[in-house]
């Protein structure tokens, strides 16, 4: 399936616990033609971030055994992908959910549900920092 795109082609991983926001995220970044990884928790991405080095990670923070936070946070503590930015997806929207995001080193803050041209409008402004 060709797909046109308007810019580079990013390497990205979505990390949530929810089968449907994945796959969501998966199509609305493959429409935008970019490569998408998927890992269901924080053990998982951390496996995938080492294995693939994604341009950018979109990390929900309500997940079982690893929390976002705690996944952003290792990912950062890693010299390698320190510089890899992070978005949190959230449900929440609080300032303090927001805060506690950029303590651990996040980018950016997605409120679930997020359209199409959040993610892809995020992709473009975070994926040319590395």
Same mark, same amino acid.
């Given at each position: @399936?060709?797909?046109?795109?308007? !810019?580079?082609?990013?390497r990205v991983?979505?990390?949530? =616990? &929810?089968?449907?926001?994945?796959r969501s995220?998966?199509i609305? %970044?493959?429409?935008?033609?970019?490569?998408?990884?998927?890992?269901?928790d924080?053990? =998982?991405? %951390?496996?995938?971030?080492n294995?693939?080095?994604?341009q950018?990670i979109?990390?929900?923070?309500l @997940?079982?055994? %690893? =929390?976002?936070?705690?996944?952003?946070?290792?990912?950062? *503590?890693?010299? *390698?992908?320190?510089?890899?930015p992070v +978005?949190?997806?959230? &449900? $929440?929207?609080? +300032? /303090?959910? $927001?805060? *506690?995001? *950029?303590? +651990?080193?996040?980018?950016e803050?997605?409120?679930?549900? /997020?359209? $199409?041209d959040?993610? %892809?409008?995020?992709?473009q402004?975070? !994926?040319?920092?590395?």
């Open positions: @399936m060709a797909t046109t795109t308007t !810019g580079p082609t990013f991983l979505v990390v949530d =616990d &929810s089968n449907t926001i994945r995220a998966e609305f %970044l493959k429409q935008g033609g970019h490569e998408v990884l998927l890992a269901d924080g053990f =998982d991405a %951390l496996a995938k971030v294995d693939y080095q994604p950018l979109f990390c929900d923070i @997940m079982p055994k %690893l =929390d976002g936070y705690q996944t952003c946070a290792i990912i950062k *503590r890693n010299a *390698r992908f320190a510089d890899t +978005v949190m997806l959230s &449900s $929440k929207d609080g +300032v /303090f959910d $927001k805060a *506690r995001g *950029r303590m +651990v080193g996040c980018q803050y997605l409120t679930k549900p /997020f359209t $199409k959040q993610l %892809l409008q995020a992709v402004q975070f !994926g040319n920092a590395q």
